[in-house]
């Protein structure tokens, strides 16, 4: 008898209900984790538990799996980031949950930097299950929840656990700019990260990749730039995250780039380059329309009201179930 009844892969996460005005994401140590796989033992199991992975990030905690039994806490596996980073590697523990019991993997945190690749129960694999529709999102702090009570009512959150996607990842955090990417050469890093080169990552009907950014290309600010300068970000950016998924020949491949977010009415005005929110918003659409064949353009902007704001520029979880109700329905 195999020591599994069943697993299924979930998206779903464990959140702290606490305010998130924080600028760092909570530590998947505290019950968060960008994806996860879940498993129901059956009486027989003894405890053993092997992992392989592959870790893709030299920080060693996104590089990093954390184990839960019975949504407790058991455990971290590091793995070796330095002369094994980007290889297979192996971790042999003991959980010490004889029995019945359910196991929950969790891949890093936030960032990037750990794909699981095999699971075996006391020696007999547990079969990951196929991934049909998978979304990546990379965002900002309105990606990443912030002024979500929980984070988990953040919209980008919410598509792990009502969307058509059975594969979700948030890469979003606070302060992230497309100009500080672009400048500091890192479009080569992200890509991997929203292309994953891993085969059990791709879906096999469809894979989407989701752009939203802007405030803080639009924020007066030493990321500040003109609304043509990020329309030039954007098309390398865009441009580049193609090449990687068609030399990969990854099915039902899109792109969705998302406007700005809502900002405050009367904030609505042009930042220290002389670009205003409805220009970076056109900037976006004109990337996108270019691009038509795998492009689509979201208009989030509208999807809020003053109302709907926990300040000028972060939604409240009104405003973060109206982006939801968006996104969810885009195509």
Request: charged share 10%; proline share 5%.
């Amino acid at each position: 008898m195999k020591p599994q009844t069943n697993w299924y892969r979930g998206n779903v996460g464990f959140f702290t209900p606490a305010l998130s005005s924080d600028s760092i994401p909570v530590p998947y140590w505290v019950h968060v984790g960008h994806s996860e796989v879940v498993f129901q033992t059956n009486p027989s199991f003894q405890g053993q538990v092997t992992l392989s992975a592959v870790p893709t990030n030299t920080n060693q905690d996104a590089s990093a799996i954390s184990v839960f039994v019975d949504g407790v806490y058991n455990q971290t596996i590091l793995f070796d980031v330095n002369t094994l980073l980007n290889h297979q590697q192996t971790a042999s523990i003991n959980v010490g949950a004889v029995g019945s019991h359910t196991i929950t993997i969790q891949e890093g945190e936030r960032d990037p930097g750990v794909f699981l690749t095999d699971v075996t129960l006391d020696g007999s694999p547990v079969i990951l299950p196929s991934i049909l529709r998978s979304y990546s999102t990379m965002g900002d702090s309105v990606s990443m929840g912030v002024f979500g009570v929980p984070r988990s009512v953040g919209w980008a959150q919410k598509m792990k656990r009502g969307s058509r996607f059975d594969s979700v990842t948030n890469l979003g955090q606070s302060g992230y700019a497309l100009s500080t990417m672009i400048n500091g050469g890192a479009v080569g890093f992200w890509v991997s990260a929203l292309i994953p080169s891993t085969a059990a990552y791709v879906g096999n009907v469809e894979n989407v990749v989701a752009l939203c950014l802007g405030l803080n290309d639009w924020l007066t600010s030493a990321s500040s730039t003109t609304a043509a300068t990020y329309q030039t970000n954007l098309t390398t950016l865009v441009d580049a995250i193609k090449v990687a998924a068609d030399a990969q020949k990854i099915p039902g491949f899109k792109v969705m780039l998302h406007s700005l977010t809502w900002i405050l009415s009367s904030a609505q005005l042009p930042n220290d380059k002389g670009s205003t929110p409805a220009q970076f918003n056109a900037a976006v659409q004109a990337v996108a329309t270019a691009r038509s064949s795998f492009c689509t353009f979201l208009n989030v902007f509208n999807a809020c009201t003053d109302a709907d704001m926990a300040d000028v520029d972060h939604p409240n979880n009104v405003g973060h179930g109206k982006i939801y109700n968006v996104v969810v329905g885009a195509t």
